[in-house]
Each structure stands twice: as structure tokens, then as C-alpha cells.
């Protein structure tokens, strides 16, 4: 059996960017119960020369968005990253959560032969689709979903792997 790459990425960031909401509905909760400012943990990050929660969520965003607007050869929805309050970044997860699910999954598909470079400052690399979803953008989503539950645990909130795997 063949996987599509509709299958591979859109199931994926939907379970990964509702994961992150459920984060922020933890955080929320646990600001209240210790008396502290919730939008504060938009800005904790574990080290400093570390993006803030903020950032992580801002990343997985533009990764899961990104991804499928490459592989449907359109122009990504943009958004200004200027989010700093627990409830901007739920905004942000439901605006990307919507436009994910809105993707053709036979226009995605279509994208796995489609040549895809990312230019990094003096770095490029060249990817067809389906080698640019496996060696790029799921890493790398997974990387800010994984950072962002690890920001969340050093600040004290009460999340675990169940809660990263979507289970609870």
C-alpha cells in the first residue's frame, strides 16, 4: 500500500496543531490555579537563546501551513507573528488548523513530484515533495511540538506524553 502525501501531512498537523491548543488550554489552567498571568507562559522558553512558547507555536504554524501551500504550488496564508497572549496563539492554531483541512487531498498529492528549494541565508537545498515532507517539514513541525510541550513541563504545567500523543 502507498501512502499519500495528503495522508502523511494533513492528519499529522491537524492531531499535532490541535495538541497545541489543548497545550494552551493546560496553561491557562495552570496560571489560574497558581494565580499567575497566563499570557506570561507565551513568552517562557527554556533557554535563552531559545524561541519562547510564542515562537514555537508561530513555527509548527508556518511549517504545517507552508508545507501545504508548497505542495499545492500556492501562496501560504500569512500571518505577522506578533502573537503574545495565550489567546492570540489559539487564533493562529485555528486559523492554520482551517486552512490544513481545507487542502485538496488529490492537489496535495499532486505536489510529490513538484520541486521544492528553502533558502536559508547562505544554505539551500533542493527537495522534490514527497522528499521535502519526509526530510524537512515533519521534522521539523515535530520539533516544535515537541519543544513547545517541553517549555510547558519546565514552567510546572501538568503535561504529559498521553497529552502529546493526543490520547487525553
Do not use: W
Not at 495552570?30 to 507555536?57: F, V, Y
Not at 517539514?137 to 497529552?163: C, E, M, S
Amino acid at each position: 500500500m502507498t501512502l499519500s502525501l495528503h495522508r502523511l501531512t494533513v492528519p499529522a498537523y491537524l492531531r499535532g496543531l490541535n495538541t497545541l491548543a489543548r497545550y494552551l488550554d493546560h496553561a491557562a489552567a495552570h496560571a489560574r490555579a497558581n494565580g499567575s498571568d497566563p499570557d506570561a507562559l507565551a513568552a517562557a522558553r527554556l533557554a535563552p537563546d531559545m524561541l519562547p512558547l510564542a515562537g514555537q507555536i508561530q513555527r509548527a504554524s508556518d511549517t504545517s501551513k507552508n508545507a501545504i501551500a508548497r505542495l499545492l504550488g500556492t501562496d501560504p496564508p500569512r500571518f505577522a507573528d506578533q502573537e503574545t497572549t495565550l489567546g492570540e496563539l489559539r487564533e493562529r492554531l485555528e486559523k492554520t488548523i482551517a486552512y490544513v483541512e481545507s487542502a485538496d487531498p488529490a492537489a496535495v498529492d499532486a505536489g510529490a513530484a513538484r520541486e521544492i528549494t528553502l533558502t536559508f541565508g547562505p544554505l539551500s537545498r533542493r527537495f522534490d515533495g514527497e522528499g521535502y515532507v519526509l526530510e524537512f517539514a515533519l521534522p521539523n513541525f515535530y520539533f516544535h511540538l515537541a519543544t513547545a510541550h517541553a517549555i510547558l513541563r519546565h514552567a510546572g504545567v501538568a503535561i504529559g506524553k498521553l497529552d502529546y500523543l493526543g490520547a487525553a
